[in-house]
């Protein structure tokens, strides 16, 4: 039975993002994720006229799809900013669980060689919702001091470096001690000492 066309998008979407994630951007070739979705190479250009648009289709799906999960853990108010971390904390190892090649893609890849202004956007407010909560937890008096952006990328590298020690599992093959123990430790990292 064919596929539908939005099948076939979404097959040279997902192998663009393994191929992404194990090759690099600028090392895939379009006839290898076309290869690899099962489709001729002209396929792809019916979806994607050129490698950028790939490359923003992908970060847009990774990204927004992080950004939708961190919105969703954290749609309950948290009593306290450690609670709200936690919140966090299960947004990012269930999105990493559940898409563990985009979200590879988006730590372990620099994207500004090719990102479009939409890219863009989307990137400002996965940023801006990362610093909003170090801002919040620094004016309760529970993130040290020092500068969002900083803070936001010491805390993705520990997860990210987690997520590296760990391949070729997924997120979700550590035990729940192994996750509490680095979300701990992640906040320490994060947390004001009195």
Known sequence: MPRSS???ASRLLDSALVLFSERTYEGTQMP???HHAG?????IYRYFPGKEALGNAAFQY???????????????????VREEFAQ???GFTRFAGAEPYAFAFLEYQQHDTFL???SRVLAAETDAFAAGFIERGQR???IRDGDPPVLVALAL????????SIRPQLVTDLSPEALAGAESAVWDLLHQRP
């Open 32 to 34: 290898a994720v076309a």
């Open 39 to 43: 489709a001729g190479v002209g396929s």
């Open 62 to 80: 990774a990204k927004g799809g992080l950004l939708a999960e961190l919105t969703a853990a954290t749609a309950e108010p948290a009593a306290s």
């Open 157 to 164: 590298g520990a997860f990210g470096g987690l997520l590296k």
């Open 116 to 118: 479009d202004a939409r």
């Open 88 to 90: 966090i904390w299960g």
């Open 6 to 8: 939005a099948d076939l």
């Open 140 to 142: 309760a008096g529970e």
